[in-house]
Nanobody, 123 residues
Framework: VQLQAFGGGLVQAGGSLRLSCAAS????????VGWFRQAPGKEREFVAT????????YYADSVKDRFTISRDNPENTAYLQMNSLKPEDTAVYYC?????????????????WGQGTLVTVSS
């Protein structure tokens, strides 16, 4: 499956952005989806994951209650709604797909990755 992440940009602290992850070549419904991010000078970290059906989600503590992961299988797209953004959320955000039904917080569980989209939160 090919993935393309988009929707990043520059936003002030407290603002919102919605990232999209569009899949092609295969149905996204056969994969769990994860979002990861990598800030300058830091390692890539887990943000959120959603299972095949969209009925199960899991978040990193740092984004819980601010970010919401969702998916629209007929549209072959997954989303990451980011609210109450903080400067420390600044990073390149990547979406990824895994054969695992429930997804994982580990990047090694994901076989397919999008190219990343930059989110910059100004203070």
């Amino acid at each position: 499956v090919q993935l393309q992440a988009f929707g990043g940009g520059l936003v002030q602290a407290g603002g919102s952005l919605r990232l999209s992850c569009a899949a092609s070549e295969r149905l996204l419904s056969s994969y769990s989806v994860g979002w990861f991010r990598q800030a300058p000078g830091k390692e890539r970290e887990f943000v959120a994951t959603i299972n095949w059906s969209g009925g199960g989600t899991y978040y990193a503590d740092s984004v819980k209650d601010r970010f919401t992961i969702s998916r629209d299988n007929p549209e072959n797209t997954a989303y990451l709604q980011m609210n109450s953004l903080k400067p420390e959320d600044t990073a390149v955000y990547y979406c990824a797909a895994s054969d695992l039904y429930s997804g994982s917080y580990s990047s090694t569980a994901y076989d397919y990755w999008g190219q990343g989209t930059l989110v910059t939160v100004s203070s």
